[in-house]
């Protein structure tokens, strides 16, 4: 599968997006939060072309590299699961503003594209000894630091997230799957270990469940702690 040139968000359209339509204190409430350091600084930064080993040249284009990559980013620094992700991609406005998704109205891509994209990653760690994910979140730490611009513990453990984190949150996942399947024996408990982790890992070939996503207004998230 081809890496296609993302063209999509040079920019935001204040006229057109989701965040100016929701009204004035929404608008103030999104432009103060975490959201806007990582929206404004950190996915600007992600390198797509990092990221080119893992795509062949030929085959029909991919989902936006930097979107994927931003979504995993976001994913463990708001330790949240799979599904949270994607119901927050379709209704939350910080994580559509962080991910320059506030003018669609769907996913971008499926949670089979984000499982498959994620295997790859961690696939090509293996084969290589590479660490592409961890490179890219480097390199955005330092641009970040030579801006010479305050920067939050939020932004600042960008720095310290590696092919590792998606590995443990990949499998971490898949347990929980099985487990709610009666796979594994749950011992009379709830499995209370959230973190950072949450994705599955099964590689289907079901079709893309993406759809039209609507708006709350919600400005939920993880709150900046300087």
Known sequence: MARPENLHDVQFNFFEDHVSLAGERVQKAVKTSWAASFGDRVYPM???SLFDPLYSTQGRP????????????????????????????????TIQ??????????????????????????????VSGEDLFQKCCQEIL????????????????????????LYSQSRREAG??????????MNGQENQSEGPEGTETEQGG???ETGTG??????????DDA
Do not use: W
């Open 62 to 93: 991919a989902a936006p590299t930097n979107v994927l990559v931003g979504a995993c980013i976001l994913q463990l620094l708001l330790g949240i699961s799979e599904d949270e992700l994607f119901l927050r991609m379709l209704t939350d406005l």
């Open 176 to 185: 929980k799957s099985e487990e709610a399947a009666g796979n594994l024996p």
């Open 142 to 165: 330092d641009k970040m630091k030579e801006e010479e611009k305050p920067m939050t513990r939020f932004l600042r453990r960008i720095g310290r997230l590696s092919v590792q984190d």
């Open 206 to 208: 079901r079709k893309d």
């Open 46 to 48: 992600i390198k797509e």
């Open 214 to 223: 609507t708006n709350s207004g919600g400005t939920s998230g993880c709150a």
């Open 97 to 126: 503003y962080a991910l320059h998704r506030t003018t669609d109205e769907k996913l971008p891509f499926s949670k089979v594209t984000f499982r498959r994209f994620k295997m790859r990653v961690i696939h090509y760690y293996e």
